[in-house]
């Protein structure tokens, strides 16, 4: 190694009035896409995206009349509803994204947000800088939020866009509504799972841990949620599991919740699902106070 | 000797205190959450049934994994991870002896939360169980004190063979977690879990037997029972925990000489 | 006792393709002796081997006569040990974790309590007796940790930077107490980076580097045999220029520095005899200080480890 | 001169029951400071409030003339703290993790990338730069350290235990890299160390600290004030007792130190003469390896003031 004796410098430059969440979001955003089963992840969405929208144009120009078919199709194999191919084809792709995609990332880009910080005393750095433990949160929660969405949101809206653009025109009225739809789902769920996840890498600080007790509360949950509902015939029981929860948060947004009976009532869920979210942003912000007073 | 009972004091007294006993705790109530919301929103229900149906397979399947992981591997790790170990270690006493402290104070603390899993849904189940005249009462008692007590024994017996893998994991791997999650859940809970011969081979499957005999449940398929045309009987089920259990011990201690302090 | 306090032979030990400690051959008898070094140069190494927590590649050490490894715990009866990580007992009472660790030396019942009250009075920690180690400071735990190495008076002591995160106060204890200690005939292994304190307990070290011996011995020895530097003398006074020219015109330097008008830097093969000159000097009033370099460790460690460091 | 850089006016702070500082009253008007007391003396207390961190139940810190309950985190991007642990942003590089803490400061992006390749080539770690900080030393980590202290171009340092932990050679580099920032370019120096011997090299005044309350405050060179006209004398090997019989003989009185070649010799009514110790071992066929007037190490000062009450 070398010693170059560089001399230390006064800084003259100008200094920005930006806000000090806006930084750590980018940075967070870069340290996410640093780890390499995230970057996988991502592809493998945006690539499933695009082999979707290619679908909707095949369908759309090359078989004009693919829809009466299915129809037909459906009816033929005896299903009870009235089908209604279009919200219910995009729930089906949101629920495609959401499981495969925004779980796993939440576990594995959560333990970047704040087991990391933990593990190497990051929070010191941060707190002894102008930043609150509230423009802290906001940075890596917004961070965390926006890449969920980019990996979920993104390809969903592509797809969206291929099958407006290449269908006909009354087709639009059809799925008009779907956009809002699924971005305020995912949403909504990206934050309450970023707050939760947050929460428990604080409570445990540790990133095994985290990851283990995230696994177990959705398995566990789901199982206990079966046999709560065996117990007592009460579908509000199922609100209990977070992938159910879920699956009815989007659904009800989309409005094309199915019409069985083994889904908890929308109202229980999302009281459940904003539950979670106070309740981890509380914990988050005790945590993050307390971490706050150095030494 | 002494050096395993001062050992296992110290393990004991390092999990129980403070609120280190909570976690544990906190899975070790679940069933009685689950139950709490079974009777309150179920329709008529037949509380010993729902015991033996549901709360003895949650215990098995939930509790006892994660309460004996939640116990018994901060026992080993947070020894060994900052090489805290080492003052144990280098006492004129063999390394077997505060190992073996370790892993009894660890199962020690292990036991309340067990007792408050077993014990709370049983009193939830009792109180609404009332029996009509003093006869069936006291036969109903008798049912329930089996019951119960079948199932404290089980896991207790059972967090003693899981407890020992964990210390093994815990002495030999710096990554004592995911081998015990690996342990516990997968090959322990999952595979026990699965139908056909294959689940002669997980420890589950003699716990499963054990709490067919002792908690009366005696029908081959019930509840979340997986289904098994010969269960074991007591003597193979205690033998196989028991084997599980010694073979875990030697080879930590084994593990212990060999290991380096961080 | 015959045989030596600690004695190595060939001692080496890797981490996978790490080196931590190559050959090494020393022999302790008894007193203090400073162990001293640059971070990474095998210094905690020895310490774990000497005290069987890890497993030497090659080579072995014996302990008053007695191969140590790690299965060799009677050896431990005759070692106490404060190793340089921090305690992690967190939960513990200090006297519950002393009390601990005495039953585990095989004490019981009332001796063992007897034995901690004594280790606590010792380190001056009789007050905070029952507050649990995560409530004390960096400094209290360290003495901690020399209390329960202390804790059977044993004849080998051997203390990883004990003075680390010490407040002066406490550092000024420790090293009382390890003075005292060694008075009796006892052997102090004693590694600190703070070379000061070093140099004020003892003039008897072990330096390291690279995981190989550099030196060991006496300070002034290890002086002396460094042979291709010269010997400094600096002094202050008036009329430094005479000085200068008398000892000049004798031959007896090998190299003069003069420093603003008071002050001279004489370099030097035979210190001795440039100190019995410079007395003579000195008697008739002329110098104010006198300063000669083999007196500090500082200056030695340097000639040592900075010369041959990167 | 303007504004004091730190003013403390009873400054009171109590957590729950506990009162970690009893109404402080200091004024630090620039330079170097060392900030001295045992453990548990309410140092990362006082730290916290000059951060702005802690809200002080009575009186006011203010630092570069701005209250730091108030506008804490203005003050704190013109303050450079080094804490005592290691303190990084894991999964970054070196150089990438020390510009994105000069962005949260206010750095624009380019600016503070820059900004952190001149300050790592300032502490030494120029080679290391694009290296994850968890991979290095511990003397490497301590630089790191006061890299990320000065990343942002602060007005004042504080640092925590600088030198803690590190082996002489780097413990002399990190002495030489205060000494450069503080000497060359004017940054003020809060300095909390055990270690007395490099808060005398480093600071000019000295707070010290103890139970919650200023037990004094003053400069260094008034503390360790020569005492009373003794010397310090090291005699060479072997003759350490007879020097001390022959002093002690000749009307001297004559106190052993460490390792029992050194003593500090006095007189009680008169001040000590160098050419009367020379004299005294020429008689005695003595050799005298070093002589200097005895000032009081700040050590045993700051004992000293702690043992006053």
């Known amino acids: 190694m070398a010693f170059r004796a560089a001399e230390y410098e006064r800084y003259t430059g100008p200094r920005s009035k930006r806000p000090a ?50 129809e037909r199709v459906g009816e033929m194999a005896g299903a009870e509803d009235e089908i209604k191919l279009d919200g219910r084809v995009y729930l089906w792709l949101l629920n495609m994204f959401v499981y495969p995609v925004l779980l796993p990332l939440a576990l594995l880009f959560g333990y970047d947000l704040i087991s990391k910080d933990l593990e190497t005393n990051a929070t010191e750095a941060y707190f002894a800088r102008p930043i609150t433990p509230a423009s802290y949160l906001l940075g890596r929660t917004l961070a965390f939020v926006g890449f969920l969405l980019a990996a979920t949101l993104g390809p969903m809206l592509m797809v969206w866009l291929a099958d407006y653009a290449t269908s006909e025109a009354e087709h639009f009225q059809e799925i008009a509504k779907v956009p809002l739809g699924i971005t305020l789902a995912l949403s909504f769920i990206a934050v309450v799972l970023a707050l939760f996840v947050q929460a428990v890498s604080v409570l445990t600080k540790s990133g095994t841990w985290t990851n283990l007790i995230f696994v177990v509360i959705f398995l566990f949950g789901s199982a ?59 914990i988050l912000m005790r945590g993050l106070r307390r971490r706050s007073m150095l030494g | 000797m002494n050096g395993v009972m001062t050992v296992t004091a110290f393990a004991w007294r390092q999990r129980v205190r403070g609120l280190r006993l909570l976690a544990p705790l906190a899975i070790a109530l679940l069933p009685s959450l689950v139950l709490l919301l079974g009777l309150t929103f179920g329709h008529n229900p037949d509380p010993l049934n729902l015991y033996r149906r549901f709360l003895v397979p949650v ?88 019951t119960v007590g079948g199932l404290f024994g089980v896991l207790v017996l059972a967090s003693l063979a899981y407890g020992a893998l964990c210390l093994l994991f815990g002495v030999w791997s710096k990554k004592p977690i995911l081998w015990s999650f690996f342990a516990l859940f997968i090959w322990g809970v999952l595979f026990g879990t699965l139908p056909g011969d294959g689940q002669m081979w997980s420890l589950h499957y003699y716990l499963f037997g054990l709490a067919r005999e002792w908690c009366g449940i005696t029908e081959i398929w019930t509840g979340m029972f997986p289904p098994v045309e010969n269960p074991p009987t007591v003597f193979v089920s205690l033998m196989g925990l028991g084997l599980v259990m010694t073979v875990s011990l030697l080879l930590a201690a084994f593990a212990a000489r060999q290991r380096d302090i961080l | 006792m015959s045989a030596p306090a600690i004695k190595t032979v060939g001692l080496s030990r890797w981490y996978g393709e790490v080196q931590g400690l190559a050959g090494l051959d020393v022999t302790i008898q008894h007193g203090v002796v400073g162990l001293l070094g640059p971070n990474g140069s095998g210094k905690s190494t020895l310490m774990r081997l000497l005290t069987g927590q890890i497993h030497a590649s090659r080579g072995y050490v014996e302990i008053f006569g007695e191969r140590m490894t790690p299965g060799h715990f009677k050896s431990f009866r005759v070692l106490g040990h404060a190793p340089g990580e921090d305690i992690h007992f967190e939960n513990e009472r200090a006297c519950d974790f002393l009390l601990l660790l005495a039953k585990l030396g095989g004490e019981s019942g009332a001796s063992a309590r007897d034995r901690v009250d004594k280790a606590l009075d010792r380190i001056g920690m009789t007050p905070k007796a029952n507050v649990r180690l995560r409530e004390m400071s960096k400094g209290m735990r360290q003495r901690i940790k020399v209390a329960q190495a202390i804790l059977f008076e044993p004849p080998l002591l051997l203390l990883d930077e004990p ?55 006496q300070l002034s020895d290890i002086r002396n045999l460094i042979e291709q530097k010269p010997r400094r003398a600096t ?45 003579q000097v000195g008697a008739d009033g002329q110098i104010e200080t006198l300063e000669t370099d083999d007196q500090k460790l500082d200056a030695v460690y340097d000639m040592l480890v900075g010369g041959s460091a990167r | 001169m303007s504004a004091p850089i730190i003013a403390l006016d009873g400054l009171l702070v109590r957590y729950g029951k506990f009162t970690a500082l009893h109404g402080v009253d200091a004024i630090f008007s620039g330079g170097s400071l060392g900030l001295l007391g045992p453990n548990g003396a309410g140092k990362s207390t006082m730290l916290r409030s000059i951060l702005g961190l802690v809200r002080p139940t009575a009186g006011t810190a203010q630092v570069l003339g701005v209250d730091a309950r108030k506008s804490g985190t203005e003050l704190r991007r013109r303050i450079g703290y080094m804490p005592e642990r290691d303190a990084y942003i894991g999964g970054f590089s070196a150089v990438r993790g020390l510009a994105h803490l000069a962005e949260i400061c ?106 919650g309350k200023m037990r004094l405050s003053g400069s260094i060179s008034d503390l360790t004030a020569a005492a009373r006209g003794a010397r310090r004398v090291t005699i060479a090997n072997d003759q350490g007792a007879a020097f001390h019989a022959a002093a002690e003989a000749a009307g001297f009185a004559c106190s052993r130190e460490g390792d029992g070649r050194s003593f500090v010799v006095h007189h009680e009514d008169r001040v000590v003469e160098p050419d009367e110790i020379f004299r005294l071992a020429q008689n005695n066929q003595m050799v005298i390896t070093s002589i200097r007037p005895a000032a009081r190490s700040l050590e045993d000062a700051f004992l000293e003031v702690l043992e006053g009450e």
């Not at chain 1, 940075?27 to 640093?34: D, E, H, I, V, Y």
């Not at chain 1, 970057?39 to 929208?53: A, D, E, H, P």
């Not at chain 1, 079966?226 to 599991?241: A, P, W």
């Not at chain 4, 992006?109 to 952190?116: G, I, T």
């Open chain 4, 106 to 211: 206010g750095f624009p992006k380019d600016d503070a990338m820059l900004r952190a390749h001149d300050v790592l080539h300032f502490v030494g770690l120029g080679e290391e730069r694009y290296r994850e900080v968890s991979t290095f030393s511990t003397g490497m980590r301590q630089r790191y350290k006061l890299a990320a202290a000065l990343v942002h171009d602060p007005e004042v340092l504080f640092l925590d235990e600088p030198t803690n932990g590190l082996d002489p050679q780097s413990r002399a580099r990190m002495l030489g890299l205060i000494e450069r920032i503080t000497k060359d370019h004017g940054l003020h120096l809060v300095l909390a160390s055990h270690l007395l011997h490099d808060v005398e090299r480093l600071c000019q005044e000295v707070w010290v600290m103890e139970g």
């Open chain 2, 59 to 146: 215990s098995l399947y939930f509790v006892l994994p994660f309460v004996t992981m939640f116990v018994m591997l901060p026992v080993l790790q947070e020894l060994y991870s900052k090489g805290a170990i080492g003052y144990f270690f280098t006492r004129p006493v063999p390394r077997w002896q505060p190992l073996l402290g370790l892993f009894l104070g660890g199962w020690l603390a292990t036991i309340p939360a067990f007792l408050a899993a077993v014990l709370v849904p049983a009193a939830m189940c009792m109180a609404v169980d009332q029996a009509a005249d003093t006869e069936t009462m006291t036969n109903l008692t008798e049912v329930w004190m089996q």
């Open chain 3, 235 to 279: 002094i202050r006074g008036k009329g430094l220029t005479q000085i200068a020219a008398k000892l000049l015109s004798e031959d007896r330097l090998s190299g003069l520095t003069m420093e603003g008008d008071d002050c001279l830097h004489l370099d030097t093969r035979d210190l001795t005899k440039l100190l019995l000159e410079l007395q």
């Open chain 1, 21 to 70: 969440w806006w930084p750590l979001l980018t940075a967070t955003l870069q340290r996410g896409w640093s780890s390499r089963w995230v970057r996988r992840i991502t592809w493998i969405s945006l690539i499933q995206g695009f082999g979707l929208c290619v679908l909707a144009y095949v369908l759309n120009d090359v078989v004009p009349t693919w829809r009466e078919l299915t």
């Open chain 1, 224 to 282: 206990m949620a079966s046999i709560l509902y065996n117990m007592t015939d009460n579908v509000d029981m199922l609100s209990i599991s977070l992938l159910h929860n879920v699956f009815v948060v989007c659904a009800y947004i989309m409005d094309e919740l199915p019409k069985r009976q083994d889904y908890a009532d929308p109202g229980v869920v999302f009281t459940v699902m904003s539950g979670i979210g106070i309740v981890s942003f509380m």
């Open chain 3, 163 to 217: 003075l680390n995160g010490m407040d002066p106060p406490s550092r000024r204890q420790t090293l009382d107490l390890v003075r005292e200690y060694s008075n009796t005939e006892r052997t102090v292994l004693l590694a600190s980076h703070v070379l000061h304190e070093v140099d004020a307990i003892t003039d008897h070290l072990i330096m390291l580097h690279h995981g190989r011996l550099l030196a060991e011995g």
